[in-house]
């Protein structure tokens, strides 16, 4: 069964930081990696999708990469704003049902 | 605006109740899910349909119910089975497309409550 693990749980920033988010899965068999942003009291916004046959994808300030063999993948924030204070989830797409989701990292970057 | 449209936004429910929980979408999107999500927790998934008249259980189905009779609307209903219903619920949809490249989208939830 897949398994989607995110360290760390919650994270606590300086503005201007550039920070890093992990996240590692147990079955390497996966069609693609989606990061996902949540707000309080919101639903999910799809950040950046991973496909498996892809290393990285960026958009704008954020950068996702993904390494299938070791399980992992990272979304690297550059020069963090406060409003990207938020909860950011990473699930897989194993394609027998539907995603896998982590627990999710909550940042909080301070102004 | 293309979307999907969770109802009611909050939702209280009373003891040996049933109450059924609204996702409509107009982005002609053939599959759909609903997840539940416990705080700090990530997203458990509960059922999904990848075509009308058709749903499968995810992995925590039991003390709930759906059905999909219309491409665009997904209703959940939980029943007074569920025994620990309180929680915020995901309703979301894709379209197959390629399947590499199957982005999903998200409502903006519903919070039920029990009273």
């Known amino acids: 069964k897949q398994e989607v693990t995110q360290i760390p749980a919650a994270l606590s920033v300086p503005e201007g930081e550039n920070l890093v988010l992990n996240c590692s899965f147990t079955d390497s068999a996966i069609y693609n990696l989606q990061w996902f942003r949540q707000d309080p009291g919101k639903g999910l916004t799809s950040l950046l999708l991973i496909q498996s046959s892809q290393r990285e994808q960026t958009s704008g300030r954020l950068n996702a990469s993904l390494d299938k063999s070791s399980g992992r993948s990272t979304l690297y924030i550059a020069a963090s704003q406060p409003g990207d204070s938020a909860t950011y989830l990473c699930a897989v797409d194993t394609g027998r049902r539907a995603l896998t989701f982590g627990s999710g990292t909550r940042l909080q970057v301070q102004p | 605006d293309g979307g999907i449209t969770q109802s009611p936004k909050y939702l209280f429910r009373k003891e040996g109740q049933n109450v059924t929980l609204s996702c409509e979408q107009n982005?002609?999107?053939?599959?759909m899910y609903w997840y539940r999500q416990d705080p700090g927790q990530g997203l458990r998934l509960i059922y999904y349909s990848q075509i009308v008249n058709d749903f499968q259980k995810g992995d925590i189905a039991e003390g709930y119910s759906v059905s999909r009779e219309k491409k665009e609307s997904f209703p959940l209903t939980v029943t007074s089975a569920q025994k620990n219903p309180t929680a915020f619920y995901l309703c979301?949809?894709?379209?197959?497309?390629?399947?590499?490249?199957?982005?999903?989208?998200f409502g903006s939830g519903t919070q039920l409550s029990v009273l």
């Open positions: 979301a949809s894709s379209s197959p497309g390629r399947r590499n490249n199957e982005k999903l989208f």
């Open positions: 982005l002609n999107h053939d599959a």
